[in-house]
Each structure stands twice: as structure tokens, then as C-alpha cells.
């Protein structure tokens, strides 16, 4: 058993019994804060599938991020006020309906957005990423159907099968669930073909070509993946605030992820976790004392592109395996 795959259980299962130690000391705010920190690993995590594996910076994921938080929000305001949709389809508060329509609609839009923005490299990519998920963040926010500026509430947390979300600690344990689904299947990704594929076209791309594989389709299947994983995590954000706006469509929520990964170790399977882990016990600590907290995450960060180019991960569990 390797040293990265011991500091990575260490991780997943300290997450796991963080909020449990935290119920018996009677504190469930800290339960709410390990489910944060899980459902954005979950999100860096689908991030980590285009930017660690594929070398896709994208600065347009908070565009899935925000897709998947919408679909909660309007199929839960259509499931309490009785009122139809498009096409006179019902609202549903079921959670599992609403990550299947969150992830398919991110998927979709992401396959578009692909089409074009892969098309290019280095910063056009980034700009390009950027300003479709602009182009989403000012449509929503001129959206007044469903809260336009002022974003949308949720009334009761959305349903899961046998289980009461309302409990702090049951919406952790699906949150935790789905994380843990999320990193397996980073896991497979990046040990199968296509993985190798896609880390060999990050490296060079003329020698994935010469071998008679095609670098777009396998950068768009990642990218696809990549948004739909995301927009799951959106969904369950929005739940966890019983609240969803613009602000989740916004540049700052793209770039949050991308400091989570770095923060972690990019293309590191625990690398979103540990970044997460990291950014948001930083938030909470320095959040009370400061406004500008960020301020000391920026030196942080800066310390850790400068000094420790692998991140947490990196000083965990030594260098990575690279595909």
C-alpha cells in the first residue's frame, strides 16, 4: 500500500468521523461544516477530471456548479407551489431526480460549451470558459421568474429515500456518500484508457494524435464528465442553504475551486479534499477574527505554488504519480 493511498483513506475516513465526534460533543454546527467541506470537494473532484487529469483550466465550471443548484431550486419551488414547468412537466422535491436533471442539463450545456472552447488552448481556454459562465451569471440574475438578483429559497430541503435531510447528520452522510462515489470514479478514470489518454494528450498531444487517437472527442467526454459531477455537487450546495442565486454561477465560485485543487495537489485523487479541508477550516478559523481573511488564504496559496508544488497532497504523501 503506497503513502498517497494511506494519507487518502487517513483523509476520507477523518471526514467520515468528524461529525460523529461532533455530535457526541453536542456541536452540530460542525457537522454542517464537514458537509460543506464534502460537497465541495465533490465539486473541486469533478473539476480535478478536466483540469489534473486533462490540463483543462477552466474557469467556466461554476456555470455546472450553478446549473446543478438551480435544478434544485426551481424543481423544489415547482414541487411546493403545485405549478407545472416548461412542457407542463411537475416539480419534485426528490433529490435523486433532481441530481439526474442537474447533471444532465450541466452535461449538455458542457458538451456545447466544449464544442467550442476546446477548440482553442491556454488562456483563450480559460477566457473562453470564463465568459460563457458570464453569459449564464447575468442570465440568471436578469432571470425575475425565479428571484433574478435576489436568487431563490428553498423551503424545505429536498427528499431522499429513507432518509430524514432535515438531520444534519443524514444530509452529511449522503453528501459524504456521493463524495466517496465521486472519488472512485476519478479513481477509474484515471487508471483506465481513457485516462492514460487523456494525461497523454495534457503531456503531448501530436503523440496521442500520431497513435490514431483523437485529443477533442477525448478532452470533451472528460469535460462532459467533469461538469456533470459538478452540477450534483451544486445541487446538494443549494440544499445545504436551502438557498440558491447568481452568485453560484459566478467567476469567484470557479475560481474557489481551482485554489481548492491547487490548495490539495492537482491530479491528486484526495487532493479536492484535502484542499477543501483546508480552505474551509481557513474560512472558519480566520472568518470570525477578519473580513479579510482571504488576504492570509492568498499568501497561503502563493506559498504553496512557490514551495510545494504538489500541496497538501504533495507534502502528505510525496510526489505523484504522474499518468
Known amino acids: ?32 461544516l464537514a458537509t460543506r467541506i464534502a460537497i465541495l470537494a465533490l465539486a473541486a473532484t469533478g473539476l480535478n477530471i478536466a483540469l489534473g487529469l486533462g490540463g483543462l483550466v477552466s474557469f467556466g465550471h461554476a456555470a455546472f456548479f450553478g446549473i ?73 440574475i436578469s432571470w425575475p421568474a425565479y428571484g433574478g438578483e435576489d436568487g431563490l429559497s428553498i423551503y424545505v430541503r429536498n427528499a431522499f429515500p429513507g432518509a430524514n435531510t432535515l438531520v444534519p447528520m443524514s444530509f452529511f452522510l449522503i453528501s459524504f456518500a456521493l463524495l466517496a462515489a465521486g472519488l472512485v470514479l476519478f479513481a477509474l478514470i484515471r487508471d483506465s484508457r481513457f485516462g492514460a489518454a487523456l494525461q497523454a494528450g495534457r503531456q503531448n498531444e501530436t503523440r496521442l494524435a500520431a497513435v490514431g487517437i483523437v485529443p477533442f472527442r477525448i478532452r470533451l467526454a472528460a469535460f462532459v464528465v467533469s461538469a456533470m459531477m459538478t452540477a450534483v455537487a451544486g445541487a446538494l450546495f443549494a440544499d445545504l442553504n436551502r438557498f440558491v442565486s447568481p452568485s453560484m454561477f459566478s467567476w469567484h465560485m470557479s475560481g474557489e475551486l481551482i485554489v481548492l485543487i491547487i490548495l490539495g495537489g492537482v491530479g491528486r485523487l484526495a487532493g479536492p479534499l484535502a484542499g477543501a479541508i483546508v480552505y474551509v477550516l481557513f474560512e472558519f478559523a480566520l472568518g470570525g477574527i477578519t473580513e479579510h481573511w482571504q488576504l492570509f488564504l492568498g499568501l497561503i496559496l502563493l506559498g504553496v505554488v512557490l514551495f510545494a508544488r504538489g500541496g497538501v497532497m504533495g507534502m502528505l504523501a510525496g510526489r505523484a504519480r504522474h499518468g
Do not use: C, D, K
Open 1 to 32: 500500500m503506497s503513502r498517497e493511498t494511506i494519507v487518502t483513506a487517513l483523509l476520507v475516513l477523518g471526514l467520515l468521523a468528524a461529525p460523529f465526534a461532533a455530535q457526541a460533543m453536542g456541536e452540530p454546527f460542525y457537522i454542517t
Open 68 to 140: 446543478g443548484g438551480y435544478a434544485a431550486g426551481i424543481l423544489a419551488t415547482h414541487a411546493f407551489n403545485g405549478e407545472p414547468l416548461l412542457l407542463g412537466l411537475p416539480g419534485t422535491n426528490q433529490m435523486i431526480v433532481i441530481w439526474i436533471a442537474g447533471a444532465v442539463i450541466a452535461g449538455i450545456v458542457a458538451m456545447l460549451i466544449g464544442l467550442i472552447s476546446l477548440r482553442t488552448s491556454g488562456v483563450y481556454f480559460i477566457m473562453i470558459t470564463l465568459a460563457f459562465a458570464q453569459m449564464i451569471y447575468y442570465f440568471a
